[in-house]
């Protein structure tokens, strides 16, 4: 079952940042927050994740509201092969020897313009 | 380069003729698992695995088989192959972070059974 909710659809300029909204109110509190994306069918492509922190690498920004109830994904210069389906995605803590089933549900479709 | 790879790409094939997706990946990693996406449905788990000879049902294994002989290989096998398997595959393999998992799928194998 979704426990996020994204808008279905966001346009972004090319070369500004794309902010990407997530809710997840009903989080708990050894749940991650996870960021794929998919580009035109094909496979996911990993982000980020956080759990409480704000998170920075190479690709984007994680910022996580104090009371986690919701994310922002950063892009901080959105380029034309940003364009793709980003998926937010919220799971719990997993031990090395436990599951990590991952629900991808429908997630925001960035189009990013020139 | 790390990757995960898949063969066939594309595959069309008929009602009951048994069928077999290879996935393979270089990173050494334990953790594999095979997902389909469908319209509308984001992508959902079939099997995973937690190493060599360790496998389990995800969300939807109804039709699906699956083997870990090998850490490297996690084949899906679809012993009578019906038209709602009809869907776009998805094999990944999982890095352990220390707290949780990040997952590299493949580029996908597009199943059509006719």
């Known amino acids: 079952d979704a426990k996020t909710t994204q808008p279905t659809s966001m346009d972004c300029a090319e070369g500004r940042a794309a902010n990407l909204p997530c809710n997840h109110s009903t989080i708990s509190g050894n749940e991650y927050v996870y960021w794929y994306r998919q580009i035109h069918s094909q496979g996911p492509q990993y982000i980020i994740h956080g759990l409480k922190n704000n998170e920075t690498n190479e690709m984007a920004s994680l910022i996580i509201t104090e009371d986690r109830k919701s994310s922002t994904l950063i892009l901080p210069h959105a380029t034309l092969r940003d364009t793709a389906v980003y998926y937010c995605?919220?799971?719990?803590?997993?031990?090395?020897?436990?599951?990590?089933?991952?629900?991808f549900g429908t997630g925001t479709r960035l189009t990013v313009i020139p | 380069e790390a990757q995960v790879t898949q063969n066939p790409r594309y595959l069309i094939t008929v009602t009951g003729k048994k069928l077999t997706v290879t996935c393979s990946q270089n990173m050494n990693h334990e953790y594999m698992s095979w997902y389909r996406q469908d319209p509308g449905l984001g992508l959902r788990q079939i099997y995973y695995?937690?190493?060599?000879?360790?496998?389990d049902k995800g969300d939807v294994p109804e039709g699906y088989k699956v083997s870990r002989k090998e850490k490297r290989n996690f084949p899906l096998i679809l012993e009578s192959p019906s038209p709602n398997q009809t869907s776009l595959y998805f094999c990944a393999s999982s890095r352990w972070t220390g707290g949780t998992y990040e997952q590299y799928f493949g580029p996908g194998t597009r199943l059509t059974v006719t």
């Open positions: 995605i919220v799971s719990q803590a997993a031990d090395q020897t436990g599951a990590n089933n991952l629900f």
């Open positions: 695995s937690m190493n060599v000879e360790v496998t």
